[in-house]
Every structure is written in structure tokens, then in C-alpha cells.
């Protein structure tokens, strides 16, 4: 069955990389498109970027120039590193399958703080 | 960017209301909106698919519909298991872009 599963550090101090992984099972990174999504404790959705199936990238305006999305097909593994991190940046990060949107990790806490 | 504006941001209702969250777009999107439930501690789930298409296994109590730029969910009769955050999406065009989420209560 199709599984998405994020994983990474719940604690990063502030001007730090984060590092995300979301590994991926019962569907083809080159079948599919993979999204990344946050939620700022209490806040809403955001949608930071995705790794299309070709291996085209699209991200946030936002937070292009701190953002980057690649993947490792062969361990069907999308990676998630943003940098410069600010304690605003502290929330859940979510990767959900692209397409319908019906498949979704549980989410990975991280707290930026010092 | 597509700015989605949706309202309201928080509201409580009884058991059988009838409710209504709204989501405006200040750019055509056509239907290519999902209305998402999500619940405490839970990852976000679709319900409306295409702006009025209901998602597989969610009630028909819920629906969606559209006019002009304005984007609708409703709930015919509450019942206490709609607690829930509800988010708009829309995919027409990169970036996607969410509402700011609504919080609905039960009185």
C-alpha cells in the first residue's frame, strides 16, 4: 500500500540547515510527483515545494532562495533542505503524494531554537 | 502568487447546523481546488476534489460548490465528528497556495 514517511532532527538551532527526508513505498518516485508541506504550530498549510516525476523541482516564492528538493530514486527517498532557519520556521513538516493529494506522512516535528 | 482568502478563521455551531466556510481567489483557478479536514495531531485529508466532487469514503452531508471566485464548503447537518481545521488548496497554478484555515467548533 502507498506509505509516506518523513524523517529528520526535531531540534535545530537557529541559522542551521534542516535536513528532511520522506521515504516513500507503493508508488514510483518516477510515476509520481512528491510535495512537501508545513503547518506552523496553530497555523495553517503551506505548500513549500515539489520533486515532479521527472525530476523537475517547483518551490514556494517564498522560500526558494533557502530551499532545495532532490531525490534519490534508487532508495525511493525525497530530501527536503532548507537553510537559515528562524524560530519561525518551527512546525510541522509534512511530504504528501502529488495528484489527488490522498496520501500523506504523519509529519515530523522540528523546533528551531537555540 | 494566487492569494486564496478564506473565512472565517474560527466558528462554532451546534449539532445540526447548517455551516459554510469560503475561500476567494484573486485569480481564475477554475475548479482546480481541494477542500482538506484535518483534525488534532492528524495530516490533512481531502474531501472536495475539482471544487464539487466529493472524495471517496467522506459523508454526503459535505459538499462544494463555486461561484465566480468564490469557493464554498458546506456541511448540510453538523454532527460532532466535523470538529476539525479546514484548509483550501488550489492547484491551477505553481506555486499552490493555501486559505488560512478555518477552526470549527461545536457549541
Known amino acids: 500500500q502507498v506509505q509516506l514517511t518523513e524523517s529528520g532532527p526535531g531540534l535545530v538551532h537557529p541559522s542551521e540547515t534542516l535536513s528532511l527526508t520522506c521515504t516513500v513505498s507503493?508508488?514510483?518516485?518516477?510515476?509520481?510527483?512528491v510535495y512537501w508541506v508545513r503547518q506552523p504550530s496553530g497555523k495553517g498549510l503551506e505548500w513549500m515545494g515539489r520533486m515532479r516525476y521527472n525530476g523537475d523541482t517547483s518551490y514556494n516564492s517564498a522560500l526558494k532562495s533557502r530551499l532545495s528538493i532532490s531525490r534519490d530514486t534508487s532508495k525511493n527517498q525525497v530530501f527536503l533542505k532548507m537553510n537559515s532557519l528562524q524560530t519561525d520556521d518551527t512546525g510541522t513538516y509534512y511530504c504528501?503524494?502529488?495528484?489527488?493529494?490522498?496520501?500523506w506522512g504523519q509529519g515530523v516535528m522540528v523546533t528551531v531554537s537555540s | 502568487d494566487i492569494q486564496m482568502t478564506q473565512s472565517p478563521s474560527s466558528m462554532s455551531a451546534s449539532l445540526g447546523d447548517r455551516v459554510t466556510i469560503t475561500c476567494q481567489a484573486s485569480?481564475?483557478?477554475?475548479?482546480?481546488l481541494i477542500w482538506f479536514q484535518q483534525k488534532p495531531g492528524k495530516s490533512p485529508r481531502p474531501m472536495i476534489y475539482y471544487a464539487t466532487n466529493l472524495a471517496n469514503g467522506v459523508p454526503s452531508r459535505f459538499s462544494g460548490s463555486r461561484s465566480g471566485s468564490d469557493y464554498s464548503l458546506t456541511i448540510s447537518s453538523l454532527e460532532s465528528e466535523d470538529m476539525a481545521d479546514y484548509h483550501c488548496l488550489q492547484y491551477k497554478q505553481y506555486p499552490l497556495t493555501f486559505g488560512s484555515g478555518t477552526k470549527l467548533e461545536i457549541k
Open positions: 485569480q481564475d483557478i477554475g475548479n482546480n
Open positions: 507503493g508508488f514510483s518516485l518516477t510515476g509520481y510527483s
Open positions: 504528501t503524494r502529488g495528484g489527488r493529494f490522498d496520501y
